[in-house]
């Protein structure tokens, strides 16, 4: 006897045994920053590719989207992929990608792993323009209430511009005055108890208007 299935059981069917299209040319990578976890990963094709979106763990089982990257569509070439993750604050990160096609059919990568020696209890999560003229400023998110202290130094290691803030646990925002500071390249260095996140910035003089 010939059975005929109903249409909506043939396109659930139809969807199950699709496979999302999407090679891999390098698997995702995880690199501890001072600023965060920053995601790599490089496909050597794709085919009807819509996005790329970037799920997290902290257990390696349950995991939750934090992110999106558009896909390229179709393509033979290799495309580079990153993604920076600001809010990694725990020991154990894992990170996978659930590439989704164009239809919705969607598969997932390989878990990418970072352990973080210890627990940060400060991490930058914003920050103003690198080259600046006047001032550069600094948001940090801190895990415990506490004296950070701060400064430049030029590039043979000079302290300049020595200051020190109070920190409440959570975002906080810091403001680094460089109007009288000559112009170069300059490292911020910020300290709360015995951790230190340092940062490079370059001061360049003003534009000059045209007459």
């Not at 600023?35 to 490089?42: F, Q, S």
């Not at 997290?56 to 089982?61: L, M, R, V």
């Not at 894992?94 to 989704?100: E, I």
């Not at 490079?200 to 208007?209: L, Q, S, V």
Request: hydrophobic share 40%; charged share 25%.
């Amino acid at each position: 006897m010939k059975i005929i299935l109903p249409i909506f059981v043939l396109c659930l069917l139809a969807q199950i045994n699709a496979q999302a299209s999407c090679k891999y040319d390098q698997k995702i990578t995880v690199e501890a920053l001072p600023i965060g976890a920053m995601l790599h990963w490089t496909t050597s094709s794709e085919n009807e590719n819509a996005m790329f979106k970037i799920e997290k763990s902290n257990d390696g089982i349950s995991f939750v989207e934090i992110g999106t990257i558009q896909g390229a569509g179709n393509s033979f070439k290799k495309n580079v992929y990153s993604f920076l993750d600001v809010n990694c604050k725990e020991k154990k990160n894992f990170y996978r990608l659930k590439q989704v096609d164009f239809n919705g059919v969607f598969q997932y990568s390989e878990i990418g792993r970072l352990e973080l020696k210890q627990l940060k209890n400060l991490t930058i999560v914003d920050m103003s323009a690198v080259a600046t003229t006047d001032s550069f400023e600094v948001s940090l998110d801190s895990n415990k209430a506490g004296k950070l202290l701060y400064h430049l130094e030029d590039w043979k290691g000079n302290k300049i511009h020595l200051a020190k803030s109070d920190v409440k646990e959570g975002i906080n925002k810091v403001k680094v005055n460089l109007i009288e500071v000559p112009t170069g390249i300059y490292r911020v260095v910020l300290q709360l108890g015995q951790e230190k996140e340092i940062l490079t910035i370059k001061k360049i003089a003003p534009r000059i208007a045209k007459q």
